[in-house]
Structures are given as C-alpha cells and as structure tokens.
C-alpha cells in the first residue's frame, strides 16, 4: 500500500466533482460536412439524450435506408449518467481514503468502462450503418455508411467526423490524471513530478468547460477564401466568421463574406462572430459591427469591394493621404454588395 500525498488527493478530489459538468453537456458529437451542407450537420449525444440536427440527418438518411435516430435506440441512456455518478463517488472515496489501492481499482473500472463504451459504440455504428431497408430509394450495392468510431470517414458526398465532445474530454482528462497520479504513487522517487504532470488534465478539463471559440490567425500562401477560393496574401481585408457551432470560415475580401453568407443560405442565428482584419494592423481583429469601413480611391482590396476597416476610435486622415474618403459601417457595406 502507497498512501498518496495531499496534492494528488486534492487533484483526484478536483476532478472527480468536475464529472458533474457532464451531466449537462454534451459527452460526444458527430459532425457531417458536404457541399450543400458547407455550416455543417451536427449530432450532439448527452448521457440521456441527443441533440443537434437531427431531424436533417434523419430525412436525408431516410433515401438511403438508415433507420430514423431517437433516444430509443439508445437504451444506455437509462443508465449511463448513474454510471458517471460510480465514478464520481468513488474517485471522492479515493481522494478521502488516500490509498492508492483504491485509486488501482478506479482504474481497473475505468479500464473496462472505457473499452466497454467504445464496443458499445462501435456496435451501434455498425448496425445503423450496415442493417439498410432494402426499400430505400437509393442502393448502392455492397456499400455500408456506418460512421466513424473516432475520426474521420467519408459516406457517400459527406465527410463524417466523430469526436468527444465537453463532456467526454472531461472524463477522458479525470482518467489520464488518475492513471499519472497512480504511477507517480508507485515510483516515489519521481512522485513530485509526476503529479505535477497531474495537473495538466486537470487544467485542461477545466479550460475545456470555460472556452470561447476564438478567430485563428490567417496563413498567407496557405489559406483560401471560402467564396472565391483565391489563395489568401493581403492580410489588410481579410475576414472571418466563426459560427455557433465553432466552425470558422475565412475571406480575403469582406464582399466575399458577404456575398458567401448570401449565397449559403447561412441565417443571423447560425453566425457567432463576424471579424475583419484592422487596415492598419491585420493581426488584430475587429468586431465588423464596430468597425468602421473606409472607400477611398487609394485602397484596392483582392476581390475589388475596396473596403478597409478600423476602429471606431481611429481617424481616417491618420492612415490615407487622400481626402477623398466615405466612412460607411458593416450594414452600410452589406446594402452596397447586396444591390
């Protein structure tokens, strides 16, 4: 027996109360991506329910003979959160006890719990994607579409992506903690270090319940405009949008943006955030609806829109030599490409 010194049982303590953040998150998501779906479709799985667009995925894999996604194809979900629940008790009984044998059996659990979960999943993917009515409007014999356990697949003209979502990242962050601490109890001469190691899952399952999505910074000569598909090089007009669901999109224009949102069919309540690049400065981003936007016969953007933006504080004549200038805002800009 190895008793474990007082950070580790703090860390186990920690990350064991952190498991009730996945009683309201989502604990898995699938992700599907195709041309006339470029926001994407999303399936969110909680430990009792599922989200997302649902309905879509049903009515689209209803012509190809999956069967219809509900809750009732999922009779884990009457226990699962009760099994979240075991080890959450024990790992406090781990961190209270301070013997690592009982955190040796947390592990042997969390061992079979894991790879039962994955079987599990992979199960239910193969019957949904192999078990096809053989009525179905369109049948490509000897082709199955069952998704992904983890990572990417490609099905028909979608790409399917399957990954943990807030939920699962917390569990998987409390069991490699778990296991860290566990080696550290057995090798004394490297306790310190390996429990300091401890700390980055717990760090990163608490980063994990509190992040933001935020704009990724634009590679010139590597990134592409999402409308025109010109490869991006002046970082001075560049745009993103970042939506509800995380994904981002990038421009090299402001008027691609536009007109990408236009032609997307993409709705205000789909779009989080809307940047553009500061003139002066392109490595910081400015909310389009703060920003102000100069036309001037000296600015020549990629695609011809002409716009450059600014901050509302910043004054124009600081920045063009010319006199001949128009200051408009974002919905200024948007009825002018929009006509």
Not at 116 to 145: C, Q, T
Not at 270 to 282: G, T
Request: hydrophobic share 45%; aromatic share 14%.
């Amino acid at each position: 027996m190895h008793k474990l010194n007082s950070l580790s049982r703090i860390l186990i303590f920690g990350a064991s109360l952190l498991l009730i953040v996945s009683f309201f998150v989502p604990v898995w998501s699938i992700f599907l991506f195709a041309p006339q779906y470029p926001e994407g479709l999303t399936m969110n799985i909680w430990l009792n329910a599922i989200s997302g667009d649902v309905d879509v995925i049903n009515g689209l894999n209803h012509y190809i003979g999956m069967k219809h996604i509900n809750v009732d194809m999922f009779p884990e979900f009457a226990f699962l959160r009760y099994v979240v629940l075991f080890y959450l008790i024990l790992g406090l009984i781990v961190a209270i006890k301070g013997d690592d044998r009982w955190l040796f059996w947390y592990l042997v659990f969390t061992a079979f719990g894991g790879a039962f979960a994955m079987f599990d999943f992979y199960r239910w993917g193969y019957e949904y994607g192999h078990n096809l009515d053989p009525n179905a409007a369109i049948k490509v014999p000897g082709l199955s579409y069952q998704p992904p356990v983890i990572g990417h697949k490609r099905l028909l003209n979608f790409d399917a992506y399957s990954y943990p979502a807030v939920g699962g990242w917390i569990v998987i962050g409390a069991a490699g903690l778990m296991i860290l601490i566990w080696i550290g109890s057995r090798l004394k001469s490297t306790q310190r270090y390996f429990v300091k190691m401890a700390l980055i899952p717990l760090l990163f399952m608490v980063s994990i319940t509190a992040c933001n999505t935020e704009p990724e910074p634009i590679q010139p000569g590597k990134d592409n405009c999402t409308f025109c598909k010109m490869g991006i090089t002046d970082l001075r007009y560049c745009s993103e949008l970042i939506t509800d669901k995380g994904k981002i999109f990038k421009f090299d224009d402001a008027g691609c943006m536009i007109r990408w949102i236009s032609s997307s069919g993409m709705n205000q309540s789909q779009i989080k955030k809307i940047l553009v690049s500061r003139y002066d400065n392109p490595k910081e981003w400015i909310d389009a609806q703060k920003a102000i936007f100069i036309q001037s016969p000296s600015i020549h953007s990629p695609m011809n829109f002409n716009f450059a933006a600014l901050t509302p504080d910043q004054k124009p004549q600081d920045i063009f030599a010319t006199q001949e200038i128009i200051k408009l805002n974002w919905n200024d800009i948007q009825a002018k490409i929009q006509q």
